[in-house]
């Protein structure tokens, strides 16, 4: 299961409109991808591609991008208890850094007891440091740290990939172009659909740039028994001055600071001082955005689409209302066949 909404949006989506495949491996750039532009004053949609972007931004307005790039979180270990191996062959994904060199993890479909090892390679092994039971994530510290844990990561593991993905899409397939700080593992999928020349061609009209980072955490979980919410999901991210400086620039200046994906949303809306205002943070936030919660910096969003009942919908609801989610995916969505993930991209804006 996803992480759970607190306020969940039920919808049918079939099995079929999930995008199981990167629009490149279908012989479409990236930025091709469709869009639907929903005015939030009138409620009015339109149909386009995504790299028409720039027809609904003006010069002055502002694009925050989440640079976090992703890592290879998916791993098989062999699991040893008391010096010997009692088990192989075993998934291990990872789901939250807690420091240099601990993480929570999920481990699939097998157990574990305190101080078990878990064997990645001769070279990087870890041990459970501590098990919660009415938790699906166990904690565990790795014999590296920092940069040489990184290292060992990126040359033993493969990108998460979900039941509807059916090939095996090599890393690259899994970036933003603009990503940079290694930590999400999964996708920051918003900014999938950018290229370089969109980014570009925004720049030349005067539509600014300006970055944050959030390292994503694991929202996806095996079974069904754990009711895991976004109050649960910690997640690790900084807003750095420079972006502080453009927000209060574009606000001054009557722009609109348009975030790209929920991570950049949770992210602006937990620097804030106690008057609202944009301040330069960095830590770690569990903030839950809902419908009945105000915004105080975001004023637009760029967004793929989220299954049913994912706690994504859940922001979804500070921006339009419930209904208005539901009626848009009715109408636009499931009626012409579009298919979800990275093939449609939604601009939610006044």
Known sequence: MALAAIKPLKFHLPG??????????????RDHVKMMVL????????HDHFHHLENYLDKGDLLVLNIS???????????????????????????????????????????????????FSPNLTAFVRSINRNEPLVTICFSSRGNELYNQ???????????????HWTL???????????????????????????????????VKVATITLHTGLSYFTNDQWQVGPADSLEEYEV??????????????????????????????????????????KGWTNLHIHEDYSLNVVD??????????????????????PIGITKMIGKHRIQNNFTCKQDYHHLFSN
């Not at 079929?16 to 750039?29: D, F, I, K, Q, W």
């Not at 290879?72 to 850094?97: G, M, T």
Request: proline share 4%; charged share 25%.
């Open 153 to 167: 990561l990126y040359m033993l593991g493969e990108p998460i990939r979900y039941e509807y993905i059916h090939h």
């Open 240 to 281: 750095p001055s420079e972006t502080v400086h453009e927000i209060n620039e574009t606000k001054q200046s009557g722009g609109k600071v348009i975030a790209v994906g929920t991570t950049v949303v949770r992210a602006l809306e937990s620097a804030i001082d106690q008057q609202g205002n944009t301040v330069s943070k």
């Open 16 to 29: 079929e409109l999930n995008a199981s495949m990167p629009p490149e491996v279908r012989g479409l750039r």
């Open 69 to 119: 790039r992703t890592l290879p979180a998916s791993f098989k270990v062999k699991i040893r208890r008391d010096c010997r191996i009692v088990q192989v062959n075993v998934e291990i994904r990872l789901a939250q850094r807690k420091s240099n060199s601990v993480w929570k993890v999920l481990i699939v479909d097998a157990k574990v007891q305190k101080n078990d090892v878990l064997v």
């Open 39 to 46: 005015d939030r004053v009138n409620g009015k949609t339109k």
């Open 172 to 206: 690259e397939h899994y970036q933003t172009v603009y990503g940079t700080v290694p930590g999400s593992v999964e996708m920051v999928s918003a900014g999938r659909a950018f290229s370089w020349e969109m980014l570009l061609r925004l720049k030349k009209k005067g």
């Open 300 to 321: 637009g969003l760029i967004t793929g689409f989220h299954e049913p009942e994912a706690s994504h919908l859940d922001m979804l609801s500070a921006f339009i209302s």
